[in-house]
Each structure stands twice: as C-alpha cells, then as structure tokens.
C-alpha cells in the first residue's frame, strides 16, 4: 500500500523510487533481515538490493538500525507529552535548555516547535509518580523553565514508520 500525502498524492520521499521506498519499509518493519530476503521481498535480486541499501547508507537515508523494544516488558510504558514555555528565546537560552534537556534520561524525545509554548517533550516513565518525580526535580528545573503542561497519553493509537 502507498501512503498518501495530505492531498492523496504518494508521499514525496527524498526523490526516492518505489523499490527504494519498498526497501525502506521492509526495513524498518524488520531491521535484521538479510541482503537475500529483502530482495525475495521487494522483488529484486540480491546485487541491485545491497546496491540500493548501501546508496541510501551512504547518502544519510538509512542511518543506523535499532531494536523495536516492548516499552511494557522494560516497565517504561508511562508516557507523557509536555509542553515547556520557556522565559525567553534567545540562542543563549536554547542552547543552554537544548544542552540541559539531553541530559534527562526519562526524556525520550524533545522538539521545538512554534505555537504557544516552545518546546515538546516525550517523557517515558514506569508510573506517573515516577513521572511526578521526574517532572518536579527534573523538567521544571531545566534552563529557563517558565511553564509547562503535561498531557498523559492513555493508548498509543499509532506508532509506526511513513513507510509502513
């Protein structure tokens, strides 16, 4: 199946072809496939795969392979998004809440973004106390903190790769 953009039309990936994109999706549902069943999987044979694969290492579209962890099995599967406003935004201030923010292992993921607040954070905890600690201690004493708003996530409705 293609995914579409938000006009219908298949979504524009780096001027990547379909077999490209095939490949890329097999391998981010399983990173661990070999050279021989990615090729049986999209069709092609062995040489133009690895071919394939190893352009788009080199060209920075594949850029390392990972584990897909069970977040529940590890007791990490507390998730929470925050919103953090901070009291201003100069470049000092982002460097110091960028450099300071990495450094909190519960934080999964950090974003800036515009709109009303400044920042967006993932933050994966074993239970919201844990959360409320972490929070309390952690998030609301980074750099230039003014605000934040925490939204719990009760289901994670989609976790999955565009290419999937």
Not at 22 to 45: E, F, M
Not at 46 to 57: I, Q
Request: proline share 2%; net charge positive; hydrophobic share 40%.
């Amino acid at each position: 199946m293609t995914k579409l953009d938000a006009k219908g039309g298949p979504l524009d990936l780096a001027g990547l072809d379909r077999m490209d994109r095939a490949i890329l999706a097999a391998l981010t549902a399983d990173g661990r496939i070999s050279l021989t069943d990615l090729a049986a999987r999209v069709g092609l044979s062995k040489t133009p795969v690895t071919a394939r694969v190893r352009r788009m290492e080199r060209d920075g579209i594949i850029t390392g392979y990972s584990a897909t962890l069970s977040w529940a099995r590890l007791g990490l599967d507390h998730v929470a998004f925050v919103e953090v406003k901070l009291s201003d935004t100069r470049e000092r201030t982002l460097s110091a809440f960028n450099a300071a923010v990495r450094q909190v292992p519960e934080v999964e993921q950090c974003h800036m973004i515009a709109g009303g607040y400044d920042y967006l954070l993932k933050v994966r905890t074993t239970d919201i106390s844990a959360y409320r600690r972490v929070m309390g201690e952690r998030i609301s004493s980074l750099p230039h903190v003014a605000s934040t708003s925490t939204y719990v996530a009760m289901e994670a409705v989609k976790d999955s790769s565009l290419l999937e």
